[in-house]
Each structure stands twice: as C-alpha cells, then as structure tokens.
C-alpha cells in the first residue's frame, strides 16, 4: 500500500515549533537569562504558528510554504547563538578589559 506524500506545510510547520522549543529549552538548560522581549518572542511566534500555521502575515516577508518569516529566522538564529554561548558575561567583560589595556600599552610611545 502507498503512503501519501508528505505535506510540507504541515512538516515546516512541525521544524518551526521544534526550533522555537529548542531555543527555549536549551536556554533554561543553560541557565541563560533571556531578556523579557526573547522569551516573549518565542512564546508569540510559537502561539501563531500552532494557531495559523505561520507567524506572519504579509507574504512579501517570506517565502510561500514557510512558517517564519526571514527575520525571525534570523532572530531564532541570534537567540540560539546567544543560549550556545552560555552565561560567558563574566569572562568576556575581563577579555575585553585586558584586550583594551594591552592595546593601549602597545601604543604607549616609549619614553
């Protein structure tokens, strides 16, 4: 017996919601603070996507059968990529303070 072709709607549709748990899940795993407009935008795109089988609603900003629109693809990418760094804040505050006196000696004129 055949099966059916899959319905690629329904299959992004799927990817999408996966994603969007995915960030969520991986940030409190991680133990990274997402600020309160991240955590809203997650849990709105999610809500719409579950409701209208997509998050947004001009097709200009996005291609026919995908759920995201390009620029929260793009935003879904940043907070992944901010969750995958970890909570680093600390280190990379004292990285930078040492980068910056090192520079500055570096261009100190000798005396």
């Not at 099966?3 to 799927?14: I, N, T």
């Not at 600390?90 to 000798?110: D, E, F, G, H, I």
């Amino acid at each position: 017996m055949k099966r059916k072709a899959p319905d690629r709607r329904a299959q992004a549709q799927r990817a999408a919601l996966a994603a969007l748990r995915r960030a969520q899940r991986a940030a409190e795993r991680a133990g990274v603070e997402l600020s309160d407009w991240e955590g809203e935008f997650l849990g709105s795109v999610s809500a719409r996507v579950k409701t209208y089988g997509r998050a947004f609603g001009d097709p200009a900003k996005g291609a026919p059968g995908e759920p995201l629109s390009a620029r929260q693809g793009v935003k879904l990418k940043e907070i992944a990529r901010k969750v995958k760094s970890g909570p680093t804040k600390a280190r990379t505050l004292r990285t930078l303070k040492q980068t910056l006196k090192r520079t500055r000696l570096a261009r100190r004129p000798n005396r």
